[in-house]
């Protein structure tokens, strides 16, 4: 009677088990998929940009990095910082030492010190070793001035959104009208004052307003006209860059790993037939 103890407990359990499960799957209204949700139905995968990085051979493009820089600064500065990157790392995208000292030391927003006399916080021009300062010095500050949200650092975003390199020029160009179609099927989820509606954000409703609004928005020094499109791209790809400034030289290891492979297998089997070709089984 022992023996069967367990196995009657047991039994009882799966008994109960399966009563539970078909007792729910034969409720009304039970579905195995889940109701659909505003963002399931209504948002977006990025859209696709030619960039020169794509693909194992691929390589940055310095005048569209500089281009790209030139929106961020004028921009996208205005709310987000790039705290990662120094200015004297703007040298790899082709500016000369005398261009990256000028940039730095206009930047809008000054390095933050301590005065040398009284000890006070005060501020200083900023110097091409120095990280690009901080937007705002703070999160509460940020969310005063953001309808009560911080914007992102975007020195990693394309990193820290999966597709980044196509999320950002599609989410600053994929402000759109509400859809007649989600105000039908979700009306709570009409965006309020202080948001905007862009199906290229995760949650639908964004309180960034849309920062290229229009074309023409900075004048490219190198002539390029600067549409929507130009410019959403050109800052896609310095973004790339702040956040994978060695992507070409992982290309290049890759790809000197492949011809290694390759020889080192051509060798091994070169050996093989060598050693065990007469060999017989």
Known sequence: MRTLAPLVVGAGFIMALLFAIFASVFTPGFSLTPDPTAVSLFHKAPRHFEYSFEGPFGKYDHQQLQRGFQVYKEVCSNCHSLKLVTFADLKQIGYNEAEVKAIAKGWQIKQPTISNKDGSPTTRDNIPSDNFPLRYANDTEARSQNNGAVPPDLSLITKAREDGSNYVPSLVTGYTDFPAAQAAQFPDTRPD??????????????????????????SYKDGTVATREQMAT????FLTWAAEPKLEQRHHVGIASVIYLFIFAVLAYMSYRTIWGDKKH
């Open 193 to 218: 004052n202080n948001h905007y509606y862009n199906p290229y954000f995760s949650a639908l409703n964004i309180a960034m307003p849309p920062p290229l609004k229009v074309d023409g928005l900075v």
């Open 234 to 237: 050109d800052v896609g790809a």
